[in-house]
């Protein structure tokens, strides 16, 4: 979400209307009804649990109508308002499910469908209103690059916000596995709280083997497994 402004839209600075977006989407719907595969897991934080550093101690603003349409209301936005929604092909399906609750509580989202190259194009200009993609970490397993792409870069930013971004960088720094992972857990809780990104569903995952291969859960990620790593069963 625009959050910054940079597209000038000017509604979503407010955290009370981000807060009520949050609020009018039914993640667990959509990853049940509309992501394909049947097996896609929850995301609750702005990582999958197999990154290292992926623990944060909130979670996005549950499911709840009414509680969006309060903040609409205390917002000053019952009317609702216009938005555009950017997105590339593959995930125009799930924009779709989040305009029509998006329209529950008055916010008219329009889809955007366009291919990576006019993506980061429109995206480094500062043009997105709204934007939804899939994102699959670069195949690294590691929460801090998932924050340092979203934050902190002058591109991909639509946050600006000034402890987030400090946290990111710190993180980027931080040598210490334990002293790291604390400084992301805060960078995905202030994530969570504002609702800059809101994660909607993991991607999911199938994968083809004989029965007697053993494959370790911790080697899975969104572009296969380690080969090296799995077994025959004895």
């Known amino acids: 979400m625009d959050a910054a402004n940079r597209s000038g839209i000017g509604f979503l600075k407010d955290e009370r209307v981000r807060l009520a977006m949050a609020h009018a989407i039914d993640r667990d719907a959509i990853r049940r009804e509309i992501v394909p595969g049947g097996n896609a897991f929850a995301l609750d934080q ?18 709840d109508p009414a509680r969006a349409k309060a903040l ?30 998006l329209a ?8 955007k469908t366009v291919t990576l190259p006019v993506y980061g194009k429109l995206q480094a200009e500062g043009k997105f209103q709204g ?72 991607a999911p995952q199938a994968f083809v083997h004989v029965k007697d291969l053993v494959i370790p859960t911790t080697t899975l990620n969104g572009y296969g497994f380690m080969l090296n790593m799995a077994t025959w069963k004895k």
């Open 104 to 111: 529950k509580i008055g916010i008219r989202a329009t889809i």
């Open 46 to 63: 702005l990582c999958v649990p197999i990154q290292v550093g992926c623990a944060a101690t909130t979670k996005p603003p549950a499911y």
């Open 131 to 202: 934007q939804n993609y899939i994102y699959g970490s670069g195949g690294i397993p590691d929460t801090g690059q998932l924050l340092s792409f979203h934050f902190n870069n002058k591109a991909r930013d639509y946050a600006h916000d000034a402890q987030l971004n400090d946290l990111v960088g710190k993180a980027e720094s931080i040598l210490d596995d334990t002293e790291r992972n604390k400084v992301i857990a805060a960078a995905l809780d202030i994530n969570n709280r504002k609702v800059y990104v809101l994660p909607i569903s993991g």
């Open 72 to 101: 609409m209301k205390e917002a000053g936005l019952e009317n609702g308002f216009d938005i555009e929604i950017t997105t590339l092909d593959r995930s125009r399906p799930i924009s779709e499910a989040i305009s029509g609750y």
